[in-house]
């Protein structure tokens, strides 16, 4: 059976910075609190006439010129995002047409903030079927359209951004197997409802949920692509909270690995957080071409899925 590798990665993010500081003229809240509580320093917010696309679009034009491959030779494209505006057509079959992709299968997965490791291992499994050879996968949300901008317990840790792979068959299996699952009784501990349209989360649940139920997960994913996770070299878990993610890092023992802290200047950009960590960690080359990196996505749901890649060369 045929397995899959990133082959190459992209990332966008809208231009607009917004800081600690230019929320705490808005809200009771500040940069020391928002610093030690989530590790957050600033964000970026996309433009009213930025779409979920837009970002989408952008992330895989430059996964696409990374890699030096053309629109044409896609054969499927997976969409990882819970924030478009829009019910149908899908974001993928919106991101095919604007690339130009040719009668591929399209279509979104809502796994929330897991969303992205989902999408990989949906594509994974496509490759491993045979059913595909060229697939773009993208992670890709916009927070700031259902964020209550009076609300401080949620204003001040969301983002917007985009992460996109190309995935390509492999003659051996370079994504590895994906480890995931759900907590369904917990399932409305995050929440984004029609008749409230703005994200809600009982925050300490869905913390200690992390940092005590995903450590095993994480080690579970480097078991199974048998690999000791002392040898992990990147961990680009998603970007909710650097206590958190320090906290499974250490629990794990990846105190080895680079660890991705870009919740820093991006903030929690849901299911766009892993690729993006992951491309700006590759692109910025703090992690070396096949490189063991183990992929962490966790959200609503309360859902989880992690796996471990070998990291694409990006020159
Ligand atoms: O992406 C989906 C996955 N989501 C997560 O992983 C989220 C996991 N949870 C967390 O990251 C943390 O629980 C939060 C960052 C959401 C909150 O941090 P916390 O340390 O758990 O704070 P808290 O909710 O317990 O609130 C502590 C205090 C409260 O005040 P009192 O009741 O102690 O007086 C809040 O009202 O902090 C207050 N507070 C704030 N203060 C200043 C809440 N938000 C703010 C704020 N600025 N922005």
Redesign the pocket.
Known sequence: MPGSRIAALGHAQPAQVVTNAD??AK????DE??QS??GVRERRIAADDESVTDLAVQAAEKALAQGGRDAADLDLVVVATCTDGDRMPSVAARVAGRLGVRAAPAFDVNA??AGFCYALATADHAVRAEASRNALVIGVDRMSGFLDWTD???????GDGAGAAILTAADRHVVGPVVWGSVPERSDA?RITADHPYIV???????R??ITDLAPVAEEAARRAGIDIADIQGFVA????G??ISAIAERAGLDGAVIALDVVESG?T?AG?VPLAFSKLVSGGELPPDAPVLLLG???G?SYAAQVVWSPDPS
């Open positions: 929320l705490a809200v009771d809240t500040s609190w928002i509580r989530v929330a903030c401080r317990s949620t204003c001040v840790i969301f995050i989360q009982q925050g300490q649940t869905v913390f949920w992390a998603h970007q909710a909270n206590r958190i929690n849901s957080s966790f959200g609503a309360l």
